[in-house]
């Protein structure tokens, strides 16, 4: 029997859909002997199971009319409220039609890449930037274009000659994404002064900032600064916020916030899509925010996860060789380690680890512009504090190792 060569069957824009090189080894770093830095996911055992069963079993039972049939394409009215209040509440304020629910701010991201992007589009994005994020630009047909960063966020001259240089080739970017909180992959929180002039050189060149905000609310030190959605006056901030990182990803709960024109097309691009968001979710998200329970929640997991960042910091300063340097995020899942040049790639770094069951995910995947060979991406919202120092400390010996293996190859010369 002859099967089917789906090749031939594929769209041409599929060829600009790729997989994500996380999800790639997921399934070995998900083997229970493996301690993984590489996965960005909540901790599963900060999940609020019981709050949260209990406010289901009440929706179904009290409200099942609702919560078990479809709901408008752009969000039920009642969370639609609650998110522009909390809108307001932080300083970015944004009246309820100008809000959106999405299916996890993936699909914001994605339904953007749709209605945003023609293919050869170049997209203003991070260097190194959220692969997620990039991905959806990318299956569009738009070319990533990654600007720098130092500590203070993407740094300002390199986005205008970025500019300016595909301006010339008549290929001018429109669109900067940009995650400003404790970045994905980076753990770096643009400052203020750096928002300012980002927006300056948004307006001076006519850009709009799509601004990605999944973990500013789980801040371990001080308050982030004000988001550019607080500081536009220009219209041209889109806002994407989530209830993944504080409460549950499962519910796939997001939300888009932006001027009525952009809602109306995204609104449109959303009903082919999925129709509406998952109504249950929605309700569930609705109750636990407007009962203050989300608030709370996010409290107990600042202090949560603070540990978690410390225990992952100290370990790394007393295992890790001191020419390594990393990130020291002030919030969020994620801290960057940069090696030294003269050590293998994050890649083979990551063979050897893998073979002392610790994981971590290399840099590459992160990057527009072909770097990150010499980086890596540790998370340490997954596992336990027993685990983060067990696994920094066997990951310290095999980088002595190889600074020992390399002097003695430099001896030999
Ligand atoms: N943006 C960033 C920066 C992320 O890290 C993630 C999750 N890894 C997402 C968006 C998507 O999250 P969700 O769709 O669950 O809201």
């Known amino acids: 029997m002859m099967s089917v060569e789906w090749n031939s069957f594929f769209a041409k824009r599929t060829k600009n859909i790729t997989g994500s090189q996380i999800r790639h080894f997921f399934a070995l770093t998900e083997q229970p002997e493996v301690i993984s830095f590489a996965g960005g996911f909540p901790g599963n055992d900060y999940f609020p199971k019981e709050d949260i069963a209990n406010s289901l079993v009440h929706l179904v039972r009290e409200e099942g009319r609702q919560a078990l049939q479809y709901s408008p394409t752009e969000g039920t009215c009642d969370l639609r409220m609650v998110l522009s209040e909390k809108m307001y509440r932080e300083g970015k304020p944004c009246e309820a039609e100008n809000l959106i629910i999405t299916d996890g701010s993936q699909q914001g991201i994605d339904l953007l890449g749709r209605i945003l992007i023609n293919p050869g589009d170049p997209v203003l994005v991070e260097e190194p930037a959220y692969i997620g994020g990039m991905s959806v630009f990318k299956s569009y047909g738009g070319i990533t274009l990654g600007i720098d960063m130092d500590s203070e966020g993407p740094i300002p001259a390199r986005m205008e000659q970025t500019i300016i240089r595909w301006t010339e080739n008549n290929k001018k970017p429109k669109i900067f994404y940009t995650v400003p909180n404790f970045q994905n992959p980076t753990g770096i929180t643009t400052s203020l002064k750096r928002r300012y002039e980002i927006l300056a050189l948004a307006s001076r060149y006519n850009l709009v900032i799509i601004e990605d905000d999944p973990y500013g609310e789980l801040f371990y030190d001080e308050d982030i600064p004000l988001s550019y959605k607080a500081l536009d006056r220009e219209d041209r901030v889109i806002f994407l916020g989530s209830y993944s990182k504080v409460l549950i990803p499962g519910i796939r709960i997001g939300w888009l916030a ?61 295992y890790f060789p001191p020419d390594i340097n990393y990130s020291r995020p002030g919030g969020g899942f994620f801290i960057w380690v940069n090696f030294p040049a003269y050590y293998p790639s994050s890649k083979e770094l990551l063979d050897l680890s893998l073979k002392q069951n610790v994981a971590f ?26 685990d983060i120092i067990i696994g920094i400390r066997r990951l310290g010996n095999i980088f002595y190792e190889v600074e020992a293996s390399y002097s003695v190859k430099i001896a030999g010369h």
């Open 361 to 386: 995910v290399h840099g590459e995947g992160f990057s527009s512009n072909g770097g990150g060979w010499h980086s890596a991406r540790f998370s340490f919202s997954q596992p336990s504090i027993e």
């Open 258 to 318: 932006g001027p009525g024109q952009l809602i109306e097309k995204v609104t449109m691009a959303k009903q082919t899509a999925d129709l509406c968001s998952s109504s249950l979710g929605q309700q569930l998200a609705c109750k636990l925010s407007s009962e203050g329970f989300v608030d709370k929640h996010v409290n107990r997991l600042r202090k949560l996860y603070r540990q978690k960042r410390d225990v992952m910091i100290d370990s790394m300063e007393k």
